[in-house]
C-alpha cells in the first residue's frame, strides 16, 4: 500500500503544533496568577489558546495517520467533540461507548466536518454505531448543501475541484475505502443522515 503522504503531513502539523500551542497555554495560566488575576485581554488569548488546541486535536484525529491497528477510546472522543463545540454553533453527541478503529472515527470525523460546511448556522449531530453500521445525523436551520460536492462523496467519477475549506470532501472517499467502508446518504432541506 502507497505511503499517505497526506496523512503524514496532517500528523506531522499536528504534532508540531500541540507543543507550542500548549505552552502558550501555559504562559497564560502563570500571568494570570502572577498578575493577581485575568483581565479581559488575558480571556481573550486564553479561550484562543484552547480554541487552538481543541481544533488541533480534531484535525489531527481527521487528517491525521491512522493505522490499522489504532484504536480510540470514548473519552479521548468526547473530549475532543466537547472542546471543539464549547462556545461554537455545534453540539455533538457521541453515543458510542466502546473503544473504536481510529480509521473508522477519522472517517467520522472528517464527516463532521463536511457536515460543517453544508451547516453555516451550526446545528446538532448525533453520531452513533449499531451492528457495525456508523449512523451520523447532522439537522439544523439554514442548510447549504452543495449537491455536487456532496455527490462526489459516493461517485468516484464526479469530479470536483476542491478548494481548501472542501479538503474533506476530498479525502474522505479514499480514508472510506482504507476503511473497508461505504457510504450511504440522505440529504434533506434541514438535515443530513450519513451511515458507512
Not at 483581565?39 to 486535536?57: P, T, W
Not at 453500521?133 to 462523496?153: C, E, H, P, V
Not at 474533506?168 to 472517499?173: E, I, K, S, V
Amino acid at each position: 500500500m502507497p505511503t499517505d503522504l497526506a496523512a503524514l503531513v496532517g500528523s506531522r502539523i499536528c504534532h508540531d503544533l500541540i507543543s507550542p500551542i500548549g505552552a502558550i497555554g501555559n504562559g497564560v495560566e502563570l500571568l494570570a496568577l502572577t498578575d493577581g488575576g485575568a483581565g479581559a485581554e488575558m480571556d481573550l488569548i486564553s479561550e484562543s489558546v484552547q480554541n487552538a488546541n481543541a481544533r488541533i486535536r480534531f484535525f489531527r484525529m481527521a487528517f491525521g495517520a491512522a493505522g490499522a491497528d489504532q484504536i480510540v477510546g470514548p473519552s479521548e472522543v468526547q473530549s475532543i467533540l466537547a472542546a471543539v463545540a464549547q462556545g461554537g454553533r455545534f453540539i455533538y453527541d457521541w453515543q458510542i461507548a466502546e473503544d473504536q478503529p481510529r480509521r473508522d472515527v477519522r472517517c467520522a470525523f472528517l464527516m463532521l466536518q463536511c457536515f460543517e460546511t453544508a451547516m453555516p448556522m451550526g446545528g446538532n449531530v448525533h453520531i452513533d454505531l449499531s451492528g457495525g453500521t456508523w449512523t451520523l445525523r447532522a439537522q439544523g436551520q439554514r442548510m447549504k448543501i452543495d449537491a455536487a460536492l456532496w455527490d462526489s462523496l459516493t461517485n468516484r467519477h464526479h469530479q470536483v475541484d476542491h478548494k481548501a475549506a472542501q479538503v474533506q470532501f476530498a479525502l474522505l472517499p479514499d480514508v472510506l475505502a482504507e476503511a473497508g467502508r461505504a457510504l450511504r446518504l440522505d440529504l434533506h432541506e434541514d438535515r443530513i443522515v450519513a451511515r458507512f
